[in-house]
């Protein structure tokens, strides 16, 4: 059975095409304040050489709790998709 990744830009990617999973530290501009920022995203890598982003966070917690996520999904394979979680926006 095959196994897919629902990206949190409505991408659905195959998990049999992806060669690795990897956790990115970016820098980007709020588009509120207009202040730089660090941002921590998911991305991988596919048979392709293609890179596409899986997920964005605002913190490492939350990138690292989506990466042992799918470490459990992958592990228990039970559901053929995973669904990125958005991340959480302070009020």
Same mark, same amino acid.
Do not use: H
């Given at each position: ?17 992806? &060669?690795?999973?990897?956790?990115? @530290?970016? !820098?980007? /501009?709020?588009?509120?304040?207009? *202040? =730089? ?14 890179? &596409?982003?899986?997920?964005?966070? @605002?913190? !490492?917690? /939350?990138?690292?709790?989506?990466? *042992? =996520? ?20 302070? @009020?």
């Amino acid at each position: 059975m095959s196994n897919f990744i629902y990206t949190q830009t409505d991408e659905v990617l195959n998990l049999n095409c992806v &060669v690795r999973i990897t956790p990115i @530290e970016i !820098e980007a /501009e709020n588009t509120v304040s207009g *202040e =730089e920022v660090t941002a921590y995203a998911l991305n991988a890598m596919t048979v392709n050489d293609e890179e &596409v982003q899986l997920g964005i966070y @605002e913190t !490492e917690d /939350e990138l690292f709790t989506v990466m *042992e =996520e799918i470490k459990k999904w992958l592990s228990n394979s039970a559901f053929s998709l995973y669904i990125m979680p958005m991340t959480t926006l302070p @009020e």
